[in-house]
């Protein structure tokens, strides 16, 4: 099968660091599925592993963990889904379902978790193969394109709003307004939550002043009034002190990435005191997954994309560190 490969980390301003190879077309074992992609997203996940923030356990390793693609073939003992069905692969791909995690409802703390892209093969290729059980039909309603930004930038977007404790009625921050952000906007405002974004891009925040935000501007102003929640998004610890400064007493501050630079010291009383929560958010569940595709397809949630081709992947990696994708980048694969 044709791949986009990564076999060395590196800076991508430097040069690309996915290259297209030619890999044997993967057969689905026991409990498993395979996918013919159709598309695949990309996001920030997909940049700290290419960059080396995050290093996978092994070389070389094909990327991307927002595939939608149709059932082709089946392992012995898969009967979840029909030949011809359209799924969905999200970067959660197995769990041990023994632990204390797995067994309280946690499986994204599972310590021995594996995730698509990482651990192993994922969607910038013609096929990806994932046990069944970690694969979600999609709803009928949605586009290829626009069905795939949801696997991540959605999924655990989603998780991320619910960890920020926002509630009807009270005004969320949004710092950061990417592929993520602009999903959650939208499911914070059907929620009846007031949203201020944060972010530098000019275009950025005219997106999210049409997509139902109150408010929109740099983190550097004032927004109109402190916020009782936040969602933090950039991959950037020093802004993390800022962004806590936006909170009302009580508020809390849900950080969403699965990288960040360093956090520097914190002044208790301007940061922390009157009772300001950080909390960290690491992947998701399955029931994660399930909740916010039934609710996208409610409300309904749009993804903004920019589509490219597959062999665009190294470009595409360098517009979203540069912040230059309004909304999310799908890759067009099958």
Known sequence: MRALV??????????????????????????????????????????????????????????????????????????????????????LRHTCGACEPCRGGRENLCGAARFTGFHAHGGFAEWAVVPETFAYPLPGTLPDAQAAPLLCAGIVGYRALRRSGAQPGQRLALVGFGASAHLVCQVAVHQGCQVFAFTRSKAHRALARRLGAAWAGALEETPPAPCHAGVFF??????????????????????????????????????????????????????????????????????EVERFPLSAVNDVLRLIKAGRIQGSAVLEVG
């Open 6 to 91: 990564l076999e060395q980390p590196g800076d991508v301003d430097a040069g690309d660091r996915l290259v297209e190879r030619r890999l044997p077309d993967p057969e689905p074992g026991p409990g498993e599925i395979r996918v013919r992609v159709s598309v695949c997203a990309a996001c920030h996940t997909d940049l700290h592993v290419a960059e080396g923030d995050l290093r996978p356990p092994s070389l070389p390793l094909v990327l991307g963990h927002q595939v939608v693609g149709r059932v082709d073939a089946r392992g012995s003992g898969a009967g979840r889904f029909e030949i011809g069905e359209r799924v969905g692969i999200a970067w």
């Open 234 to 303: 950039p991959p950037v610890g020093h802004l993390v002190p800022r962004a806590l400064e936006l909170l009302a007493p009580g508020g809390v501050l849900a950080l969403a990435g699965v990288a960040l630079t360093d956090i520097p010291s914190l002044e208790y009383e301007r940061h922390l005191f009157h009772e300001r929560e950080l909390r960290s958010v690491t992947a998701n569940t399955r029931d994660d997954g399930a909740t916010f595709l039934k609710l996208a397809e409610s409300i309904p949630v749009r993804a």
